[in-house]
């Protein structure tokens, strides 16, 4: 390597964990390719190789050699000179790195790549690959310099460059700036780092890799918290001493995730604070992911973990109704009961029901005061009313009847039917204020729509669903067979796997025997969370599950909000956009 002084952080698109090497292979068996570049100090460009030295080693064993010197095709600097000691005169009859790079890559081979500073060296590799269209095969990486921090301290050795850990290892070879040797000193300081890895519990390539990265010491002391976990599909749940679920997440193998938590790929605050407190790793085996998931939204829902962000409080779900009286108006509540007839949502948050609501007094003549109105005694008209934005039935301006035509039954179709009268005044509202250069208020107008139908959408959807007694579906398992789920009411209420070559009709008579007993109720969701209905509508849809029974049809309405999705998708992208889409929407 040119300089010993050198030090650089990972290279954009090095991967160190790379690809053909088992992490789960331990150190001994491991064959691992030791190299080391002189060039001629410039950046990465796919040329300014002067030399190439690699050691093949497993488990301590020399297995090959390769040495060779290369001609960058550009002079070399007189300090590269004077530091290395290669002439121009040296370089003239060796080969360009053209020729060099499919022995170099054949060496290679699946080993794991070790270098020291190993971005700087495999930089200069991808560079050649890509210039002289060569595939870089992605090997996992080991740098010694990386791992020499991790496992020396300060007190051992001042300093991580090459020269200082040979003489600390006292290697056999000692690094002269000449690739070859520099890569055998390389060997003997890898091996000696290696044999300090036993005292940290590091035993696999894998653990090696990834115990060179930036782990904090929580995370290394916390690391035996992972041990023993089945590599299966299922929940985890980090527990405090006092047992309290900290963290509850979900994977289709629990054990290589709960491991991730303890990498330098994982830098959340939170989750850093909550491997602090954490004592142990409780896993919950599950039968497919789709078990897995519900069954996460279920811990996260009953326990409510600090840890956890998402699906903690599906309580607190607001709806959007209709009141009671002889004018109704639009009310945010937080559930609804058997005699509500004209409502939506579940909506995750009260100000997303009240854009709602602000769409649909857009596009409806409902009126939006909270006086309680009686047929009897006229009530003072408010500002709405003289600026035409209300019908005024305080003062009786308009009857009860003709109320309900115009805003009752209007609001109604669109929760369970064809929402067209909303969406097509709504979507006059917003060419009218775009034609008038009033973007802004246009902007607000189509959020209020993206709000409309995103809810009428999900309801109409998962009421569905959850109206349907039953339904048994069968997915394919990745490692052949059935993923079964047996579906009541939009609720998880058993799940399982069918081996190859057997007919899922015989396990979905076991899973229903004692599937869990789930009541019909009121509502788009009546026995589940609308996030669970949604995670098993989901897996439903997807092109390769299999319906294999149902009690009854499933259907969705032919003039239904559904038919609006590409409005919708078309209305929630141009809101994303920092600046306003100018560009009048038509449905």
Same mark, same amino acid.
């Given at each position: 390597m040119t300089g010993g002084e050198y030090v650089q952080q990972t290279l954009a698109g090095v991967d160190p964990y790379g690809s053909g090497v088992d992490p789960a292979l331990p150190l001994h068996a491991t064959t691992f390719v030791v190299l080391d570049l002189e060039t001629t100090g410039g950046a990465p460009d796919g040329g300014g190789i002067t030399e190439i030295g690699a050691v093949k080693v497993r488990g301590g064993e020399e297995l090959g050699v390769l040495a060779t010197l290369v001609d960058p095709g550009v002079p070399i600097p007189p300090f590269i000179t004077v530091l290395t000691g290669i002439t121009q005169a040296m370089l003239l009859p060796a080969p360009p790195v053209e020729e060099v790079l499919p022995s170099l890559l054949e060496f290679l081979g699946d080993a794991v790549l070790v270098a020291h500073n190993a971005p700087y060296d495999v930089g200069f590799l991808k560079a050649a690959c890509a210039r002289h269209g060569h595939r870089w095969p992605n090997p996992r990486v080991l740098d010694t310099a990386a791992l020499a921090r991790r496992v020396l301290t300060r007190d051992e050795v001042p300093n991580r460059k090459l020269g200082t850990l040979a003489a600390y290892f006292r290697t056999t070879t000692q690094p002269t700036h000449r690739a070859l040797d520099d890569a055998k000193a390389t060997v003997d300081v890898l091996h000696g780092l290696i044999a300090r890895l036993?005292? +940290?519990?590091?035993? %696999?390539?894998? #653990?090696?890799? #990834?115990?060179?990265?930036?782990?904090?010491? %929580?995370?290394?002391?916390?690391? +035996?918290?992972?041990e023993g976990l089945p590599k299966v599909p299922g929940v985890y749940i980090f527990r405090a001493a006092d047992d309290r679920p900290l963290y509850v997440g979900t994977s289709g193998d629990i054990a290589t995730r709960v491991r991730s938590y303890f990498t330098a790929g994982e830098k959340r605050a939170r989750i850093s604070e909550m491997l602090a407190a954490a004592q142990r790793v409780e896993a919950v085996e599950c039968a497919h992911p789709l078990e897995a998931e519900v069954r996460e939204l279920r811990l996260i829902a009953a326990h409510a973990p600090p840890y956890n962000r998402r699906s903690k409080y599906p309580e607190r779900a607001v709806w959007l109704k209709l009141t009671d009286g002889p004018y109704p108006r639009l009310s945010v509540a937080r559930g609804i009961s058997p005699g509500d007839d004209a409502y939506l949502g579940p909506f995750g948050s009260r100000r997303a029901a009240e854009l709602a609501a602000a769409g649909f007094h857009d596009a409806l003549a409902l009126r939006q005061c909270t006086h309680r109105l009686s047929l009897r005694t006229v009530t003072p008209a408010c500002a709405l009313a003289e600026l035409g934005r209300c019908p005024a039935p305080c003062e009786h301006r308009i009857t009860p009847q003709e109320y309900a035509h115009r805003a009752v039954d209007p609001f109604r179709t669109a929760t369970t039917g064809d929402p067209q009268p909303v969406v097509t005044a709504l979507l006059a509202r917003i060419e009218r204020l775009s034609a008038d250069q009033r973007y802004e208020e246009a902007g607000v107008a189509r959020s209020r729509l993206v709000a409309v139908l995103r809810a009428a959408v999900r309801m109409q959807r998962l009421a569905a669903l959850t109206g349907i007694a039953e339904v048994a579906a069968a997915r394919p398992a990745p490692g052949g067979g059935w993923e079964l789920a047996l579906v009541r009411h939009g609720r998880l209420a058993g799940a399982g796997v069918c081996p190859a070559g057997v007919h899922p009709r015989r396990p979905f008579e076991v899973i229903r025997a004692t599937a869990e007993t789930v009541s019909p109720g009121h509502g788009p969701v009546p026995a589940a969370t609308a996030e669970e209905s949604e995670r098993i509508l989901s897996w439903l849809e997807r092109p390769e599950t299999r319906l294999v029974e149902m009690t009854s049809g499933w259907a969705s309405p032919v003039a239904g909000a559904g038919r609006f999705r590409e409005l919708l998708v078309r209305a929630e992208a141009a809101g994303s956009h920092q600046s306003l889409d100018r560009t009048p929407m038509s449905k």
């Open positions: 036993g005292g +940290h519990r590091v035993d %696999t390539i894998g #653990e090696a890799i #990834e115990f060179a990265r930036a782990v904090t010491p %929580t995370q290394r002391r916390k690391r +035996h918290l992972a």
